[in-house]
Nanobody, 125 residues
Framework: QVQLVESGGDLVPVGGSLRLACATSGFTSNKYRVGWFRQFPGREREWVGCINGAGTTHYSDSVKGRFTISRDDARKTVYLSMNSLKPEDTAVYYC???????????????????WGQGTPVTVSS
């Protein structure tokens, strides 16, 4: 059974940095993609970015250049490093994952089968 557990959410000042972690369990290999999403109060979930099994990443325009996704397959953990945080980054952040047939299968515009419970990030001005 695949499980995802996010951690690292916190209250940070404008311009600050934060790193979220998504610990995975239950995958039988490292052939899986992971996406990060966020949900603002009263709004639909928004895609932030993703990483495939080969380490290729994609980002939304709103976070490109500020956020970085990486993976540590030995620790079965995917990270979302966030820099230059803005008040509009305040949201609950979720990771999602899905097994893939190959390491190189793209994560862009992809679907996900498993979701974490979310971790809140508040950027205070």
């Amino acid at each position: 059974q695949v499980q995802l557990v996010e951690s690292g959410g916190d209250l940070v000042p404008v311009g600050g940095s934060l790193r979220l972690a998504c610990a995975t369990s239950g995958f039988t290999s490292n052939k899986y993609r992971v996406g990060w999403f966020r949900q603002f109060p009263g709004r639909e979930r928004e895609w932030v970015g993703c990483i495939n099994g080969a380490g290729t990443t994609h980002y939304s325009d709103s976070v490109k250049g500020r956020f970085t996704i990486s993976r540590d397959d030995a620790r079965k953990t995917v990270y979302l490093s966030m820099n230059s945080l803005k008040p509009e980054d305040t949201a609950v952040y979720y990771c999602a994952a899905r097994a893939t047939l190959s390491f190189r299968e793209t994560c862009a515009a992809a679907t996900y089968a498993y979701w974490g419970q979310g971790t809140p990030v508040t950027v205070s001005s």
